[in-house]
T-cell receptor
Framework: NAGVTQTPKFRVLKTGQSMTLLCAQD?????MYWYRQDPGMGLRLIHY???????AKGEVPDGYNVSRLKKQNFLLGLESAAPSQTSVYFC??????????????FGNGTRLTVT | GQSLEQPSEVTAVEGAIVQINCTYQ??????LSWYQQHDGGAPTFLSY????GLEETGRFSSFLSRSDSYGYLLLQELQMKDSASYFC??????????FGSGTRLQVQP
């Protein structure tokens, strides 16, 4: 099993450009999440999904959109990138909502730089 | 909202025991989790406590006191490979996990 796969691994954008980060999981998990990690700030939840076709806002959703058209995929979009969105983005999945015998499984991250 | 406090950095020597504390303030509580992250890597799950007490998994143990809104991760027989960042995280109802800012553990020979 590949687990959680994120693409791309690295990306450099200019301010105002758009891009989509892809996340795929092969564990048949219901729940998927996007977090961003900045130095000294831990992991902050951007958006999450509790099932195919559903999405919800997390702690820091502004400037991002998401879609969950298929159970195995969760896409994170940046419509107009800003330098403040320079970060490492982690996708994660779990069988149920984050815990109750169900740990989060993380991808290896996407390192995004916005210049 | 939720907030979690943990020390930013801890240093210990190989073979020693180290404790990483986590205090939390939440509007609801369904359990405290711990994750490990090596530099450049992804967070990986270590442990979960829903009830008061100590949970042991090999060299790692995790403790929870719900009445004190406090937990800790205990690492025994430290090895160089334990050098990493450790995050506590809470789940409070419908939303996903909320993570602390992490504790960087440096294990010295």
């Amino acid at each position: 099993n590949a687990g959680v796969t994120q693409t791309p691994k690295f990306r450099v954008l200019k301010t105002g450009q758009s891009m989509t980060l892809l996340c795929a999981q092969d564990m048949n998990h219901e729940y998927m999440y996007w977090y961003r990690q900045d130095p000294g700030m831990g992991l902050r939840l951007i958006h999450y999904s509790v099932g195919e076709g559903t999405t919800a806002k997390g702690e820091v959703p502004d400037g991002y959109n998401v879609s969950r058209l298929k159970k195995q995929n969760f896409l994170l979009g940046l419509e107009s990138a800003a330098p403040s969105q320079t970060s490492v983005y982690f996708c994660a999945s779990s069988y149920s909502r984050g815990q109750f015998n169900s740990p989060l499984h993380f991808g290896n991250g996407t390192r995004l730089t916005v210049t | 909202g939720q907030s979690l406090e943990q020390p930013s950095e801890v240093t210990a020597v190989e073979g020693a025991i180290v404790q990483i504390n986590c205090t939390y303030q939440t509007s609801g509580f369904y359990g405290l989790s711990w994750y490990q992250q090596h530099d450049g890597g992804a967070p990986t799950f270590l442990s979960y406590n829903a009830l008061d007490g100590l949970e042991e998994t090999g060299r790692f143990s995790s403790f929870l006191s719900r009445s004190d809104s406090y937990g800790y991760l205990l690492l025994q027989e430290l090895q160089m490979k334990d050098s990493a960042s450790y995050f506590c995280a809470v789940r409070t109802g419908r939303r996903a996990l909320t993570f602390g800012s992490g504790t960087r553990l440096q294990v010295q020979p």
